[in-house]
């Protein structure tokens, strides 16, 4: 339990964590505009 606390607590690791949601937001977001514009072109 002590290494889960460690990383709780170390801005780090919090930083990292935002880093990857902040990456993985902007993928998802391409993965969306993409897939809506290629359903447009095919209308």
């Not at 290494?3 to 969306?32: E, T």
């Amino acid at each position: 339990m002590n290494f889960f606390s460690m990383l709780a607590n170390d801005p780090v690791v919090m930083f990292s964590f935002g880093g990857l949601a902040i990456v993985l937001a902007i993928c998802a977001y391409y993965v969306y505009y993409f897939i809506k514009h290629i359903q447009e072109d095919k209308k």
